[in-house]
């Protein structure tokens, strides 16, 4: 045995990490595919990685020193059973299997259950920021028992992105919490670049400039508090220029967002615990209409607007939608983390908020600057029941949000679809009001299922017998 950590699966998720963990000081990276030809290629193109190398997973386990740590990197799905069955009858008690994939939570649960009953740890761990971030610094969200953390907390802080001189990097939780935190984060993630691409959209339509212009409009941004990686990156977009047909590359794209099922399964995990992921289900559902190309070209001779739109002042358009942009990635975010706190308290995970926000700072596809006000937020209250009531959130959102509702507006007015940002101002107003139309709802429902309702100004529950002399009993069950 000569290697201090193994990973599993050769593509190029597993390849980069591989890579990373062979570059820090101390390590011997033992690396295994399924199918042999590639393990070779991998060994051949980088030896300066000093691979060990091995084709069969028995030959694997023993080359890994004991405790044996190895890294699953494959397709997440049935192909990561397979890999853990396979693991599971040559590893022994004490050895730790991670799961680096996007896999669903509740796998990494049902998984970390099953494992443990051999005596060997299960850890799931998300990894963002890509292909780039495995290779140079991903931000990293294991789950797992605090024993594995012992042993593997080491070697993942030393492959894991460094914000403001800590590595992005904690132990979230037990079991499926760090796969769980790593769903939340790609639910922002496609919220994040949802309300993106909505100011993109708006700029240009409203203000008629190029690509390119509005790439450096992003450039821009990028230096005050949108700065963020998905910002940077969508100046880089806008900016390139097909070769082909020399038009800006934004132009040449079919219209249609894909999706691998993370930002589903955030809204589905959302609905399940209740809580309004508005935002983040709007990103979805914008990727979904796009796909859909019968229904689009059915759709397409609807009418829109009788009147012409136009912006008087396009300097301010392009900065009411900076603000606007800025107040619903405030929404997102807050959306985001209450949908932590309800899969902690639902799940039994200690997850200390503030500590995700950090180690979201650096490595991961969302991280900005901005993550550290969330820190904060949390430090000064770990109880902040929802993100945007922190002073410096509220004092943010006040300021945007006369902007905000202009974009809302405007957007409306001149029919571009603006999802996000006006799910995000829907939320917020519903957020802050007195009094919501849910009490008239709660009459329907008790009108037609006698579902009942409580009173204002009084303990107990209600029901109108609307089908009689519509006086108000007292109910004793309530459905
Ligand atoms: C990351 C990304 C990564 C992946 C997304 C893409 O954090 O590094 O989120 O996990 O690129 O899953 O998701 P879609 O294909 O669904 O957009």
Not at 201 to 206: K, S, Y
Not at 313 to 320: G, N
Request: charged residues 20%.
């Amino acid at each position: 045995a000569q290697a201090n950590i193994g990973v599993i699966g050769m593509a190029v998720m597993g390849s980069n990490l591989a890579r990373n963990l062979a570059s820090r000081e101390g390590n011997t990276v033992a690396i295994y595919n399924r199918s042999a030809e590639k393990t070779r290629a991998v060994v051949s193109e980088f030896p300066e990685a000093g691979f060990v190398a091995s084709e069969s997973i028995e030959e694997f386990a023993a080359s890994l020193v004991k405790p044996r740590t190895a890294i699953i990197m494959v397709k997440a799905g049935a192909g990561t059973d397979a890999v853990i069955n396979q693991l599971t009858t040559v590893f022994e008690p004490g050895d730790i299997i991670v799961d680096g994939g996007n896999a669903l939570f509740t796998d990494t649960i049902r998984r970390e259950k099953a494992v443990r009953e051999t005596g060997i740890n299960f850890v799931g761990a998300g990894i963002s920021g890509g292909e780039e971030g495995a290779l140079k610094g991903p931000s990293i969200m294991p789950g797992g028992s605090a024993e594995a953390w012992e042993t593997l907390g080491p070697i993942l802080k030393s492959i894991a992105a460094v914000a403001e001189g800590e590595p992005c990097v904690t132990h979230v939780g037990t079991d499926g919490a760090g796969h769980f935190v790593k769903m939340i984060h790609n639910g922002i993630e496609y919220a994040d670049m949802q309300l993106i691409a909505e100011a993109y959209d708006l700029i240009r339509r409203g203000t008629g400039k190029s690509p390119a212009e509005i790439a450096d409009i992003f450039t821009e941004w990028n230096k005050g508090e949108l700065e963020s990686y998905l910002i940077e990156i969508t100046a880089e977009v806008l900016r390139q220029v097909d070769a082909k047909t020399g038009q800006p590359l934004v132009d040449v794209i079919v219209d249609q967002a894909g999706a691998k099922g993370t930002g589903a399964w955030t809204v589905q995990t959302a609905l399940d615990l209740g809580i309004p992921v508005s935002g983040i289900a709007e990103a979805v559902f914008a990727r979904s209409l796009s796909s859909k190309p019968a229904q689009r070209a059915a759709a397409s001779s609807l009418p829109g607007p009788s009147s012409e739109w136009t912006v008087d002042d396009a300097d301010a358009f392009v900065e009411d939608v900076r603000q606007a942009l800025y107040a619903s990635k405030i929404i997102a975010y807050s959306q985001g983390f209450d949908e932590i706190v309800a899969g902690a308290e639902e799940y039994n995970w200690d997850i200390k908020k503030g500590d995700i926000a950090k180690i979201w700072r650096g490595g991961c596809i969302i991280r900005a600057q901005f993550l550290n006000r969330i820190t904060e937020a949390y430090d000064e209250n770990p109880g902040l029941v929802a993100l945007v009531t922190a002073p410096y959130f509220t004092d943010a959102v006040s300021q945007a949000q006369d902007a905000w509702r202009r974009v809302v507006v405007a957007a409306a007015q001149a029919g571009i679809p603006s999802p996000a940002f006006s799910s995000s101002l829907s939320y917020y107003d519903g957020l802050r009001a007195d009094r919501l139309p849910a009490a008239l709802v709660q009459g329907q429902r008790d009108f037609f299922g006698a579902h009942t309702y409580r009173r204002v100004d009084a303990e107990g529950t209600f029901h109108t017998l609307w089908s009689g002399d519509r006086s108000e009993i007292e109910a004793t069950d309530t459905h």
